[in-house]
Structure formats: C-alpha cells, structure tokens
C-alpha cells in the first residue's frame, strides 16, 4: 500500500486494555508543559458517523459485518479530511494532532468478520500518520485490566477475538513496511511513566 504520509499526524494503536487513553493522557499534559501546540482527537470520533458506531459496539443496533467496516471507513473519511475541525485542517494550525486510533484498527477488527481485501480497499486512501504508536500487551493482561474496570461490555471484548486482534495488528503494521512511516513499538508491561518516558523520547526528542 503507498500512502501519503501527514507530517506531524501521531497514531496511537493498541488492543483493548492496552492502555492507550492513559498514554495519551500522558503525552499531552507533556506537550501542554511545554506549549508545544497539539490537539487530541480518537475514532470512533465523536461525530454522528461515531456516535452512530458507538451504538453498534454497544449492540444496541445489529449490521452486517461489512456495514460497520464502511462506517468506520466513513467516520474516518470525515475525521480526516473534515473541512470543520478534520485532521488535515488542524495540522495547519497544529504541530501535532495525536489520534487515539486509526485505520490500524479497522484492518486489525474489522478483517476478522469482513473480507479483509474490503476493509484494506475501503482504508487505502487515507494518508498516514508520520508516527504510529504501538503499545504491545499480551491478551492476557488486556483482559485483566478490562475486567478490573468493570465497564460496560462492547461486542469486541472477547479474549479469543483480541488473541486473532493482535495477530492482525502485526499483519496491519506489516502492510506498511515499505512506507516512510515511523513505526515506535512500546512494551506496554513497564509502568505507564516508563512507557511515556520511551514514547516520548522516540518521537519528541528534537
Ligand atoms: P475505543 O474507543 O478505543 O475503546 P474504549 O471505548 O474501550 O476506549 O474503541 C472502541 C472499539 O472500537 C474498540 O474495541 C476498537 C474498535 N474499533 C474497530 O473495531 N475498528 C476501528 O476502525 C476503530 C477505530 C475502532
């Protein structure tokens, strides 16, 4: 796949539990302290096309598998190249724009269930981010931390489907080998400082 690349677009990526929200937390109280311009934004977004999503992780609506891969690919469509407030539009104003997931996410869950040519055609349009973060936890501590959060249960909290997720990820990355995308891989074991401290030595160190 040959994808444009977004300068200053970070990613971050990672299987439910993995411990993205609290990174990105991290990182941006770090870009905060510093006055280093960013906005944070995540998929599903919070659109209609997102809230819509929403209410089909929750079961509230049942769709063919192949549906929620377009809504994805339209709710990322609008975050992307939205003219109020997409991605590309706030890069203009922006140094960074740091999203809480990505067209990782689609090839990584939705090719379990749908064509995963379809989901890999309906997403090569969209540009890259110049980082993609990748916080790796196995299945197991996943699950742990989501059943120790007590949440409500969406339709992909499933430890045999999050053990196909990550294989998937790992595929995902791997379509983007030839890119000039910069792919950061954090071992998301080590205390969450740690794993901040690693992100933001490999991608904000200039
Ligand atoms: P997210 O909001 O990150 O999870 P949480 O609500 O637990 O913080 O994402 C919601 C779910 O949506 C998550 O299980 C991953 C899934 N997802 C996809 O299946 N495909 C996608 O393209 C995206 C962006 C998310």
Redesign the pocket.
């Known amino acids: 796949m040959k994808q444009e690349i977004l300068k200053g677009f970070i990613v971050i990526e990672g299987l ?1 539990g993995s411990g ?2 609290t990174q990105l937390d991290n990182i941006t109280s770090f870009l905060r302290n510093r006055n280093i311009s960013h906005i944070r934004t ?3 977004t919070d659109r209609e096309t997102g809230l819509l999503i929403r209410k089909v ?1 929750a079961g509230q609506i049942p769709l063919k598998q192949e549906t929620i891969a377009y809504l ?1 690919a339209a709710d ?1 469509n609008e975050h992307i190249f939205g003219e109020k407030n997409g991605i590309i539009e706030l890069l203009k104003t922006n140094r960074y724009v740091i999203s ?4 990782f ?2 090839i990584a ?2 090719s379990i269930n749908s064509d995963p040519l379809l989901v890999e055609e309906l997403n090569s349009r969209f540009p890259l981010p110049e980082f993609l973060i990748f916080v790796d936890v196995p299945v197991e501590e996943c699950q742990r931390r989501i059943n120790m959060r007590n949440g409500a249960v ?1 339709i ?1 909290d499933n430890i045999d489907y999050q053990r196909i997720v990550l294989e998937n990820y790992n595929k995902a990355i791997g379509l983007f080998a030839e890119s000039q995308m910069k792919v950061i891989r954090v071992n998301g074991t080590k205390s969450a400082e740690e794993v901040t401290g690693e992100i933001i030595s490999a991608v904000f160190s200039d």
């Open positions: 439910d993205t929200t995540f998929e599903p992780l994805f990322r809480d997931r990505y067209h996410s689609s869950y939705q969406e992909y």
